[in-house]
């Protein structure tokens, strides 16, 4: 997960490649570092640890000069984060610089390899490892070009990788190569570039080529060459992306977090938009390459993802369920393939993840591919492996985000989920037209009432205020609003470092009853469904034990009013569509709570965006 950028081109690279790590820097950020050659074929390094602002300081001091070359940010898997660690390695030579984004798994035994060999090594990194094969690769390969020597070394790492690399005795090239992590090539004109990420290089270029794995690209001043692992040329023909630099940016915003958070509403009628008769309640799922035999053949549907996209699926199991009548598993991804599932034809596997890259959830993918034949993504981003390798997608279109904790990309999985329920149940015969309908009318409400809640968030800043000071908050939800719970606890743990633990609310005498005391703030969401005087009486029982109570319902209620604290009211929608309103609350709360306490709302300590580590 650490971010990846290279650049040919005219302009001035060191400019180029800072710029495109800021938008990179919610891969990672412990450490930062530049490679810029010149025209002398000098190599000139910066590295910093810290945030990519500590490496912008350590430039500013020693500026650097070149024609092009390559910068990383890193988030630590081998070794330490510091400078030493940060990106780029140097091999023994100093003439082959190396980033990477991934693991090595083999590198102790090829570091001690290359170590026989009279090689010493300065870092604790894998990646190290890298430059001094390619340097040995160089020096005994019959003569091979740095292109070639690189590609050489490819077979021999076991892991996964997105490398990029250049040598000083290969004036103006770039080369890169990808196993797992995503590698994505820009075309602009007479400049080319290669990244982790589309937003590193929308500021230059939007026309694309996603490289595939086991694929090399080199990249000279004539534009790219790419090639499979054998050295063959492959034509790979450029895809134009539709996202807008703009939308990339924080807009006017105090951070990415808080603009997401208010995208809800657009990127909930985008994810929408064109997939949804009104009129005939159809729902057209086309990239989901689901036949309607199929819907009706399986038997069983398993959900599975990390993290927020956790959280949705938890909540794709009520609305599949209910809407679908079919059993629905929903695993961690991190535990799916270990715990020996029944994978066959009849179980259609799902796995949601925002950026498509997450290694565990593709590990899982890969595993269910072994026994289902049809496989679904739901997914955020275009071209990301996740949508290359299911069989299906469902592109959710909350547009790039940027900030660590999930907010827009969480409330488009949930209306992705809530499309692919009701077409199952249309599909398997499960759900009255009428039902159908009213879903349907309910569901293409929701962003208008989005809007309507997030037009003022005073409320909630208030209650920020009152709470900040906490060190333990408890969640408590039922049913559907149950995994929201849930979210609701991991977005204030993941962003202000708030120790907090969501929990059904019928649980709560199971346990987490013994910590509440006048100490204790506890979030119970109480819309007015069917369990809403189970959840009164959960409210009841913290306040006789002097817990605090913020309620988050949907409609006045006195009996509310009464015994909480504090009572946040929301728009009233289906009980089934109610986390999509009911996160909103909670998504703010958490922010301003980080806000208040000084945290680092968009890169909090620890985390990363996608994690492409198992
Ligand atoms: C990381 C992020 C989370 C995210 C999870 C899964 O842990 O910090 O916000 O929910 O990965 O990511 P995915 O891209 O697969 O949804």
Known sequence: MCGIVGYIGPKDPVEVLVEGLRRLEYRGYDSAGVAVVDDEGAIAIRRAPGKLADLEKVIRAQPLEGRYGLGHTRWATHGRPSEENAHPHVDGSGRVVVIHNGIIENYLELKRALEKKGHRFVTQTDTEIVAHLIEEQLKNGSGDDFPTAFRKVLPQLRGIYALVALSADAPETLVAARLGPPLVVGIGEDEYFVASDIPAILNHTKDVVFMEDNEIVVLRPDGPTFMDADGNVVVREPQRVPWDPITAEKGGYKHFMLKEIHEQPRAVRDTLIGRVSLESSEILLDEANLTDEHLKAVERVCIVACGTSWHAALVGKFMLERLARIPVEVDYASEFRYRDPLID????????????????????????????????????????????????????????????????????????????????????????????????????????????YLDDDSEIQALAKVHQQYTDFLYLGRGVNYPIALEGALKLKEISYIHAEGYPAGEMKHGPIALIDEELPVVALAPRDRVFEKMLANIEEVKARSGIVIAVTDAESEDLTEKADAVVIIPRTLDLLAPLLLALPLQLLAYYIALLRGCDVDQPRNLAKSVTVE
Do not use: W
Request: net charge neutral.
């Open 345 to 452: 034809e009849k179980l259609l596997p799902v796995f949601i993840s925002q950026s498509g890259e997450t290694a565990d959830t593709l590990a899982a993918l890969r595993y269910a591919k072994t026994g289902c034949p049809v496989t679904l993504g739901i997914c955020n981003v275009q071209g990301s492996m996740l949508t290359r390798e299911a069989t299906g997608t469902i592109y959710t279109h909350a547009g790039p985000e940027i900030g660590v904790a999930s907010t827009k990309a969480f409330t488009s999985q949930l209306t992705a989920l809530a499309l692919l329920a009701l077409k199952m149940g249309q599909a398997r015969g499960t759900l009255p037209e009428e039902e159908s309908r009213e879903m349907i009318r309910a569901l293409y409400h929701i962003p208008a009432q989005m809007e309507q």
